[in-house]
């Protein structure tokens, strides 16, 4: 006789085998209904033994209650990016460096569809997946294990013995385009709000706070990497089917390839697949095959070296060019806008597209009335293409670039050589004004939450701020006396305005709203010079120095704090009790404190790894090197940067000597 228990392993092998065969083979070997009864009697069988419930059991797919919000989680390996490329010329350079650096004929590459889903990462321990986190910034993403649990192609239990104890994957979870439909399909019945494409659909999905409701949305999943590396075999080919054997589904159209040709050919064989697919892609990704091979390859930035992504053309539609409008920017750039009879392009409804500036409009000869082409790709503002003028029932009169400002009638200035015109009214012009404020209010600079696009309106329109100074000088009574403004509300906006001043020097500079400074360099530069005083000092030598600035970011900072009323604006900040944190990372009293290091040529290690390491040391890292530097850190392949050194007479650190280094200060590089 059985016991319970036993039956209760068997039930569950059983379903496991059935998923296997239905989501990874696809190629199911029972009804649905058979399916549906081994379910039942395992529920059956769990009730009865509760104790024997376990959380990889496949009754447990929906259990966890909602949750408050997503924890986040910190990969332990950052998922990178992939570098994009449009045609085959840059497949042939990328080949061209990889067997270069190789150095042993033809590459071998895995070649797989690239997936319009989101990526996530999957961690089992013991062959139970005990983790599941969005891809974020790539190295912090959102726990969200509840809702992946939910996916029914995505094993609980691996199948097998030979898998390691602990198993990181990383795989993109989509939503097929029936599902979608038919989700769709439903919604609109319902009278609900249809999904606006798959991946809207897929991404909201995992962001709901209620796992049952993601059990409810048609999601599914392929593999496409593993991170763990022992124990698996030792190229991306090998490794995907290994994946397959342990329960993942891994896309069936992936390949094996050699060469450029090998890539392009995998490349228009899928351009002719895609229409046919259940599923969005949006282009392939090549990889190097050999792990060996893509260890001595390497990253760039955040970016492997050994992989590429294809991309196919961005999706464009037609339709009607309505009016052209302009639009005036925080920097007085004056933008043509296309006003268009809606459209859908890939999902979503366009009805306005840049037209990017003069020399273009008259390049695609864009005219008012004119049939018109728009491109969508990705999150990118839509764009118009070009025109069809064999389209035009009528002659058109081209558009006339306006001469003067439409808000403030300044006249519109075009410097030689440049292709943006901007208003030449300055801080006159009351939309540069607008702009400027409300960059300063944005949430990536001060994120003063009360103070939206239409209150920086009235308050400009009403004469209550001629510059982000004046912000801190605003009267209660003034506020309130605006329309539609309680009390209440203008004194919540004061008080945010007071909790401001307290604001780290990095989103200061970024607020400041600086050509060309965004929040990196904004980052970088409060790094390097820890105060404005310092930096309002800086000459363009200083400012090169600093990572991330070339001469042109030099030149619009040092002119910046050259204008007087910039400097004004910045002495009433001051004065107003804005007070400027420093967030210098670099640590005080660190055996390389004082010290300037420029990194330069291929390393063993990322180089933003060296750089967090000599940053932990106290030393200051830069991009170039001047008289000022400590030391050059030059991998192989070093080049100009290596030549100034020596000219410079600054001392050149090879990866050797710089590997004793990290072990004498007791530096990990394995963490
Ligand atoms: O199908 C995809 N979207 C896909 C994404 C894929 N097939 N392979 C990928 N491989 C990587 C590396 C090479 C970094 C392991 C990826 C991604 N990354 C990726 N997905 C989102 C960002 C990067």
């Not at 439909?181 to 709901?208: F, I, T, V, W």
């Not at 991170?227 to 994946?243: H, Y």
């Not at 940067?641 to 000219?647: N, W």
Request: aromatic share 6%.
């Amino acid at each position: 006789m059985f016991s319970g228990l036993e039956r209760i392993d068997t039930l569950r092998e059983q379903l496991q085998e059935h998923n296997y065969r239905y989501y990874v083979l696809d190629d199911p070997s029972v009804p649905d209904v058979e399916y549906d009864l081994l379910m039942r009697e395992l529920r059956e069988l769990e009730a009865v033994h509760p104790q024997a419930v376990t959380p990889d059991s496949p009754t447990q797919r929906v259990g966890a209650a909602p949750a408050e919000g997503f924890t986040p989680v910190t990969h332990t390996v950052s998922m990178l990016s992939l570098s994009d490329v449009f045609t085959d010329a840059e497949v042939e350079d990328f080949d061209r460096r990889v067997s270069t650096v190789l150095d042993r004929g033809e590459v071998t590459y895995t070649a797989e569809p690239k997936m319009d889903g989101l990526a996530v990462s999957l961690t089992y321990e013991q062959g139970s997946l005990v983790q599941a986190a969005t891809r974020g910034d790539g190295s912090r993403g959102e726990n969200v294990t509840a809702n992946v649990r939910t996916i029914e192609s995505i094993p609980l239990r691996l199948r097998g013995h030979d898998y390691p104890a602990v198993l990181e994957v990383r795989g993109e979870v989509y939503m097929p385009r029936d599902g979608f439909d038919s989700y769709n399909q439903r919604a609109r019945s319902a009278n609900e709000k249809p999904l606006a494409n798959p991946r809207n659909g897929a991404a909201g999905s995992l962001r709901q706070l209620e796992p049952k409701i993601t059990a409810g949305r048609p999601l599914a999943f392929f593999a496409y990497a593993a991170i763990t590396r022992a124990g698996l075999p030792d190229t991306q080919f090998e490794v995907l089917n290994r994946l397959r054997d342990w329960g993942f589904p891994v896309n069936p159209e992936v390949r094996r390839v050699t060469g450029v040709s090998g890539c392009t050919g995998f490349y228009h064989y899928l351009e002719e697949l895609r229409p046919g697919l259940n599923y969005d892609i949006d282009g392939v990704v090549y990889k190097v095959d050999s792990f060996d091979s893509q260890d001595e390859l390497g990253f760039v930035a955040r970016a492997p070296r050994w992989a590429v992504a294809r991309k196919f053309p961005a999706e464009e539609e037609i339709t009607r060019l309505l009016e052209i409008d302009v639009q005036v920017g925080r920097t007085g750039a004056i933008t043509p806008v296309a006003r268009l009879e809606p459209v859908s392009v890939a999902g979503v409804t366009v009805t306005n597209a840049t037209l990017h500036n003069e020399d273009e409009i008259r390049r695609k000869d864009v005219r008012p009335g004119d049939w018109v082409v728009i491109r969508r790709a990705g999150d990118v503002i839509p764009e118009v293409v070009r025109s069809l003028p064999e389209r035009r029932e009528t002659e058109l009169p081209e558009w006339p670039f306006p001469q003067n400002c439409p808000v403030c009638g300044s006249a519109i200035e075009k410097i030689d050589g440049e292709a943006i015109a901007r208003c030449s009214g300055g801080l006159f012009c009351p939309a540069q004004r607008k702009q400027s404020i409300r960059h300063f209010a944005t949430r990536k600079a001060l994120d003063i939450e009360g103070l939206g696009d239409k209150l920086v309106d009235m308050l400009v329109d009403a004469g209550l701020l001629d510059s982000v100074a004046d912000l801190f000088e605003l009267k209660l009574e003034d506020v309130a006396g605006l329309e539609r403004m309680g009390e209440k509300s203008a004194s919540n906006l004061l008080q945010q305005l007071e909790q401001c001043k307290d604001v780290s020097l990095a989103r200061l500079l970024y607020a400041l709203g600086i050509r060309e400074v965004g929040e990196v360099t904004a980052r970088s530069l409060a790094e390097v010079f820890g105060s404005m005083g310092a930096l309002e000092q800086a000459g363009i030598e200083d400012l090169l120095a600093v990572p991330d600035v070339g001469p042109i970011v030099a030149e619009h900072v040092y002119q910046f704090f050259r204008e007087a009323h910039n400097q004004m604006v910045i002495d009433q900040l001051l004065a107003a009790g804005v007070r400027p944190r420093s967030v210098r990372v670099v640590k005080a009293g660190g055996p390389l404190e004082g010290q300037v290091w420029v990194l330069t040529g291929t390393l063993e290690y990322p180089r933003s790894r060296a750089k967090k390491w000599l940053e932990s040391l106290g030393a200051k890292v830069t991009g170039s090197v001047s008289k000022n530097t400590t030391a050059l850190l030059a991998g192989e392949a070093a080049g100009s940067k290596l030549a100034k050194a020596e000219d410079l007479g600054v001392r050149v650190v090879d990866s050797e000597e710089f590997d004793g280094m990290l072990k004498e200060h007791a530096i990990n590089t394995t963490a």
